[in-house]
């Protein structure tokens, strides 16, 4: 038996390995994981909480067995006993690693909060909500009128505001009474219809003169973002957003279904931890804004196909396997309290409809916030995520696919990554004549060639980091079109260092105490890989419009907010195009989300629009493999990019000799062919 085992964290994706019998809190300072603790390890502060992952885990290659973990100690059980941990709980500081494991650490339990950079987008929104709020005067009971509390009030909407027909559910019956005695039978009444007719969601005491509101939710694969908003004017109140506990699932969707086909209820316990999630953010958003969460009478959710289902509770197997098959692609408008969402008693969910197999309700809110089918010129608009949902049209026509990028973009999967928190390198510069990097870290706004700099904690490098970190060795000369590091030799740098076969640039070097961070050969081809699926479905559009080039490149989502146009286009991510026609739509699918609470008119318009676009399915498409192959290259192998040219002439440079220098590179190199 070895004496060491694997261990990964998420959602910060960090691995490595630890000797058997380490404490999951030692192990996250070794590995630069941020996992809390001011108690000094002693089980009193429980700030160290954790949740392991047991089951197969087939993206990590990893099973993780029931006693992966040391069993519960006497520490860990009077605390759970005066204190309480949640199901599934460990104290960081008290349970050892004993066997290969995956580590959730929640957000609670971190000292820097991961960043999720889905911030709202400004937008004037056009206001028709589902759910008003109408002031009303209510007959008291009589004895010779042996009507009950509802129908009176059901007789005072329709008399005073010609509200007809309204209908009222269990929870709501049981809320009735008491509020109706407390105002004096003179209440507020909070009326859902957004065309199947009137229900009663909440009620309030007297003459309610502050607005109702609602919560916008985009449920993404990574990461979970709300918005608050007022339901009179279409004001952001409060925006709040964590990491999806699901991570520690899987990174990408895929991973989560063949988790739920290789471990039995897997399903269930996926959606629960989404559920409980989605809670905590309603109620983060109603204290960030200073609201009671009854105060909360509808929410909007826009996801995946594969998050959908999770979600809703459905089995998404079937996801993962052609044809990809949806339960339903309908929109839902659901009980709030069916989802976990702490709201008022009779609060609504709807979930915009679904396109297709792999392009969701997220996509559908993108395509009601960018709305191509209204302009003339042809517009590619690209939402990336773990998968990247793309849309290509005009007022003639509208496609749509989806590409499986993965995580790399969000910084998993690479040997300095990380996910967004302070300390993570987002920006990144090479002086293309001395090689030597400069940069700047989340939570600070110098370049480390600053004199102010200082030596702040650094932690890592995320997904705009790495991004750009490629980028710029490209075009500094370090990588050439292959995707093949040079050695110090032939870059002219000792920040070229050999690892194994092959060569790594080293960014920062902050060892023995601190992190040395690097961009490996490795490090290039999950970038390769990504971008070149990204870059293939694009391409399949254009294909299938029987275009060359379009007028306009629209970025959404955290990936357009942070990520420069030209750093993508020197990465080959998204086709060729003039600098001044790519854009940023910040967090589109949150847009979509808020457009939808705040309209039944959007609502229907977009049910009507997902009918119209046409999915192209990249799964059985041969010239997605095609342009797949083609775009490896940086930028690509065949494609000129004459536009990227004009303004980031690329250094023509070869790394693939052969030589005793770099021979590894060279079989490395055609491995891949």
Partial sequence: MSDDVQVIFTPSGKRGRVARGTKVLAAARKLGVDLDSVCGGRGICSKCQCSPGYGDFPKHGLHVDADALSPINAVEERYDRVRGLKPGRRLGCQAEIMGDVVIDVPPESQVHKQVVRKAASERVMEMDPATRACFIEVAEPDMHAPEGDFQRLSHALENQWGIAGLRIDREMLRALQPVLRKGGWKVTVAVHDQGDGPQLTALYPGLRETPLYGIAIDLGSTTIAGHLVALDDGRVLASAGQMNPQIRFGEDLMSRVSYVMMNPGGDVEMTQVVRDAMGDLARELAREAGIDTGEIVEATVVCNPVMHHLLLGIDPVELGQAPFALATSDSMDLPARELGFDAAPGARVYILPLIAGHVGADAAAVALSEAPETREDLSLIVDVGTNAEILLGN??????????????????????????????????????????????????????????????????????????????MRMAGIVDASGLIGSASQVGTDRCVPNGRTHEYLIHDASPDGPRITVTQGDIRAIQLAKSALYAGARLLMDEMGVDVVDRVVLAGAFGAHISPKHAMVLGMIPDAPLGSVSSAGNAAGTGARMALCSVKARRAIEAQVKRITKVETAIEPRFQEHFVAANALPHATAPFPELRKIAPLPDVSFNTGGSGDEGGGRRRRRRG
């Fill in 395 to 472: 007022s003639t026509r509208v496609l749509t696919c989806s590409s499986p990028t993965g995580p790399a973009f969000e910084g998993a999967q690479i040997s300095s990554g990380q996910r967004a928190a302070p300390g993570a390198i987002e920006r990144i510069e090479i002086d293309p004549d001395t090689k030597e990097p400069r940069f700047k870290i989340i939570g600070s706004d110098l370049w480390s060639t600053d004199a102010e700099f200082g030596t702040p904690l650094i932690t890592g490098i995320c997904g705009s980091g790495i991004i750009e970190a490629v980028a710029e």
